[in-house]
Every structure is written in structure tokens, then in C-alpha cells.
């Protein structure tokens, strides 16, 4: 068999003809923004703040002739206050869906006046459900829905879980010895009281501080309240 003609071989590139495919290298400062989106939240992981509160709580009792609900009394005062960030939590096979998880404690919990706010918790539950069948015995119970972009955070309170007895959203209140009866004074200390559905919590956060307002009311219609949080990361 005769070799096939010259012509229609391909010839081979010469090393002047070789493209390179090498991609060009990535500018400095898009390697830079790529890292921050990355990283986003995550940078608040672990970050603690101290400062303090100022607080306005108004009661509200049902002490009238006709049982409505009346204005009986208003207080302001400041405490010291606390906010803790962290990993967004895990229980069970959940994780909460927030960029971070929060607790925002003002004063201490035994304090008349206190209040407490935390983004989510693990409850230990059975490791059984009312079938016999296994279930992990850890529950992820999510109070917050938050939302924090740019240095912004704007929250919202979704579910008390009062129906589970794992309220962790509280404000400790003094209450009356005998309902309506003023004059027979109080109990020591404080009752807490679940924070309602639908308290918000907003204001900037950031890893150098935080400056935040929650205002809400709670779910007993006893108390309305707002306070005015300022702390700086340690």
C-alpha cells in the first residue's frame, strides 16, 4: 500500500504557534472582596460586647371597674449588659438559620427588671417519640429570625416556645402580693414575664461594637418595653 500524500498530513505547530492557557492572575483586590463575602458573619463568631442598657418598661394591669386593660405605671432605669455571638447552634439534624447565634442578657437573671433575649437553644428531650421509635434526644428550639448584612442587624421574635416551657426570652418584672392591691406591696424580686412574638431587635454590630434596640411587648400584656443597648467588643 502506497503512503498517503504529504499534503494531507497536518503539520506539527511550531513552539512560536503554541497558545499558552495559562489564566491570567486574579487582581489583588478581587482576592480580597471574594474572602470577605466568604467570611461574612462568621467574623462575629465568638465576639463578646459589654456595656449598658437603658431601659422604659410601661405596666399594664386590669384593675378598672369593667376589667380593661389601663396604663398603671412607667419606669426607666440602666443596667449593665452583655451580648454573646456565636456559631449559628445545631441540635438534632437542624441548624439555626441565622447568620449567628445571640444571647443579650441585661442585668442578671434574678434582677427585677432584667431581660433576656436569646436567639435559639437546645432542649433535651426523650430519646423515644410516644411510638417507642428512636429520635435524637437533642432539639433545636429557634426564637429569633435575624438578619445582619453590612454591619446591620435587624431581628425579628418568631416563636416563645411557651407551649414546650422553654421560654428564654424574658423580662423579670416585680409583681403584686395580691393582684391589684398596691398598698399590700410586692414580692422580692422579679417574675419573668415571655417576651411576645413580633419584639424586634435592630440597630449596627460590628467585631469593634454593637448599638441596638429591641422593643416589644410581652405575651401576657402586662408589660411593654424598649431598651437602648450599647456595648463595645472585648
Known amino acids: 500500500m502506497s503512503d498517503p500524500p504529504t499534503s494531507y498530513l497536518p503539520e506539527s505547530p511550531s513552539p512560536s504557534d503554541v497558545v499558552e492557557t495559562t489564566e491570567p492572575p486574579v487582581p489583588e483586590e478581587e482576592v480580597v472582596e471574594e474572602e470577605e463575602a466568604v467570611g461574612g ?11 449598658t442598657a437603658e431601659v422604659s418598661v410601661d405596666v399594664y394591669d386590669y384593675c378598672t371597674t369593667d376589667g380593661s386593660r389601663q396604663l398603671a405605671d412607667s419606669q426607666s432605669y440602666a443596667m449593665d449588659a452583655t451580648l454573646s455571638l456565636g456559631s449559628p447552634r445545631s441540635g438534632g439534624d437542624a441548624t439555626e438559620d441565622n447568620p449567628f447565634s445571640l444571647v443579650l442578657a441585661v442585668g442578671q437573671p434574678s434582677d427585677a427588671g432584667a431581660v433576656s433575649l436569646w436567639s435559639s437553644s437546645v432542649s433535651t428531650v426523650s430519646g423515644q417519640d ?96 424598649r431598651f437602648d443597648f450599647s456595648g463595645s467588643a472585648s
Open 41 to 51: 458573619a462568621e467574623a462575629l463568631w465568638g465576639v463578646e460586647y459589654s456595656g
Open 130 to 225: 410516644l411510638a417507642g421509635n428512636p429520635r435524637d434526644p437533642d432539639l433545636l428550639l429557634l426564637y429569633w429570625q435575624l438578619e445582619w448584612d453590612d454591619g446591620e442587624l435587624t431581628g425579628q421574635l418568631v416563636d416563645d416556645h411557651t407551649e414546650q416551657a422553654v421560654a428564654l426570652n424574658l423580662v423579670n418584672w416585680p409583681s403584686q402580693i395580691v393582684p391589684c392591691r398596691n398598698d399590700l406591696g410586692q414580692l422580692p424580686g422579679g417574675y419573668p414575664h415571655a417576651v411576645a412574638e413580633g419584639t424586634t431587635l435592630g440597630g449596627d454590630l460590628d467585631t469593634d461594637g454593637a448599638s441596638l434596640t429591641a422593643q416589644g411587648s410581652t405575651g401576657d400584656g402586662q408589660l411593654e418595653f
